[in-house]
């Protein structure tokens, strides 16, 4: 059974900047006055991989926020400069926004963050007190190891000098230099396949997402926390998965997903995302 639809709608964020939102609405009869915030991955949108997710959680009568990142999609912001700093902040505002829509009881919000969102969903759980849970699935949580982990040592270093000459140029000029996506994260074969589309970002990305580091907060998170990893991802190590939870000192659940590649989540695997998903918030935020 689907949920109540969506609407379109838009709030604000720091520096003053105008975010996109949809909200997924969950039917009247099964609303739990309840929701949680979505933060989706490098370089997407909302309209991509949150529906599948958001959809089946509005059904179970959650009120779901999606949004696009300042910088990204319809949002205002600095074209396609990603920074992982500002994307934990634009979430937490969404968290903000999402209490203060009508119906929904401030008291029970949680957030979830998927891939490179995964990140910015944590931060956002340590620095806003509003979510009571948070979950993240086949996330990157340590920028640096990412990096490492796809981009050839020397190459690497290569993209970190012409990140910095980047930022150079743009503190004088105001110019931001614009790659393609595939340049910062460089994709294997299996995402070669999968992310055919041709997504601008700006370089500098690359330093930001280096020095993104979720993995240094993991400790201090007061909140539960539901790890899910797909153990075949050739995308994002499934080791990065661990090692965050392992380091979670409150109460956590590590959902292993075997088989299937960093895009089971949003595919065959999603209906068990689904399920873990709704019983960690529903146990923790109800």
Same mark, same amino acid.
């Given at each position: 059974?689907?949920?109540?639809?969506?609407?379109?709608?838009?709030?604000?964020? #720091?520096?003053?900047?105008?975010?996109?939102?949809?909200?997924?609405?969950?039917?009247? %009869?099964?609303?739990?006055?309840?929701?949680?915030?979505?933060?989706?991955?490098?370089?997407?949108?909302?309209?991509?991989?949150? $529906?599948?997710?958001? =959809?089946?959680?509005?059904?179970?009568?959650?009120?779901?926020?999606?949004?696009?990142?300042?910088?990204? #999609?319809?949002?205002? #912001?600095? *074209?396609?400069?990603?920074?992982?700093?500002?994307?934990?902040?634009?979430?937490?505002?969404?968290?903000?926004?999402?209490?203060?829509?009508?119906?929904?009881?401030?008291?029970?919000?949680?957030?979830?963050?998927?891939?490179?969102?995964?990140?910015?969903?944590?931060?956002?759980?340590?620095?806003?007190?509003?979510?009571?849970?948070?979950?993240?699935? $086949?996330? $990157?949580?340590?920028?640096?190891?990412?990096?490492?982990?796809?981009?050839?040592?020397?190459?690497?270093?290569?993209?970190?000098?012409?990140?910095?000459?980047?930022?150079?140029?743009?503190?004088?000029?105001?110019?931001?230099?614009?790659?393609?996506?595939?340049?910062?994260?460089?994709?294997?074969?299996?995402?070669?396949?999968?992310?055919?589309?041709?997504?601008?970002?700006?370089?500098?990305?690359?330093?930001?997402?280096?020095?993104?580091?979720?993995?240094?907060?993991?400790?201090?998170?007061?909140?539960? !926390?539901?790890?899910?990893?797909?153990?075949?991802?050739?995308?994002?190590?499934?080791?990065?998965?661990?090692?965050?939870?392992?380091?979670?000192? =409150?109460?956590?659940?590590?959902? *292993?997903? %075997? =088989?299937?590649?960093?895009? !089971?989540?949003?595919?065959?695997?999603?209906?068990?995302?689904?399920?873990?998903?709704?019983?960690?918030?529903?146990?923790?935020?109800?």
């Amino acid at each position: 059974m689907a949920g109540s639809g969506t609407r379109d709608m838009t709030f604000h964020s #720091g520096g003053g900047f105008k975010l996109a939102g949809r909200v997924y609405l969950p039917d009247p %009869a099964k609303d739990l006055k309840a929701g949680f915030v979505f933060c989706h991955g490098f370089g997407g949108v909302k309209e991509g991989v949150p $529906v599948g997710l958001s =959809t089946l959680m509005a059904a179970d009568g959650w009120t779901v926020l999606t949004f696009d990142y300042r910088g990204f #999609g319809q949002s205002e #912001g600095p *074209r396609f400069v990603l920074n992982p700093a500002e994307q934990a902040e634009d979430a937490v505002y969404a968290l903000e926004f999402l209490a203060a829509w009508s119906g929904i009881d401030a008291g029970k919000i949680a957030i979830y963050g998927t891939s490179f969102g995964a990140g910015a969903a944590a931060l956002a759980a340590r620095l806003s007190p509003r979510p009571k849970a948070v979950a993240t699935a $086949v996330g $990157v949580l340590s920028g640096s190891d990412w990096l490492a982990n796809i981009v050839p040592w020397a190459a690497l270093m290569e993209k970190r000098e012409a990140a910095l000459r980047s930022i150079s140029r743009r503190v004088v000029s105001g110019e931001i230099e614009m790659v393609d996506r595939a340049d910062i994260m460089v994709p294997d074969p299996a995402t070669a396949a999968v992310y055919t589309e041709k997504v601008p970002m700006a370089m500098e990305s690359l330093f930001h997402v280096g020095n993104h580091e979720p993995m240094r907060i993991a400790e201090e998170l007061t909140i539960p !926390a539901l790890l899910i990893g797909v153990e075949d991802d050739s995308l994002v190590p499934f080791a990065q998965t661990m090692r965050f939870y392992q380091k979670v000192r =409150t109460e956590k659940r590590l959902e *292993r997903i %075997a =088989t299937g590649n960093h895009w !089971a989540v949003y595919n065959e695997a999603l209906p068990r995302v689904h399920e873990v998903t709704s019983k960690w918030f529903s146990q923790h935020v109800l």
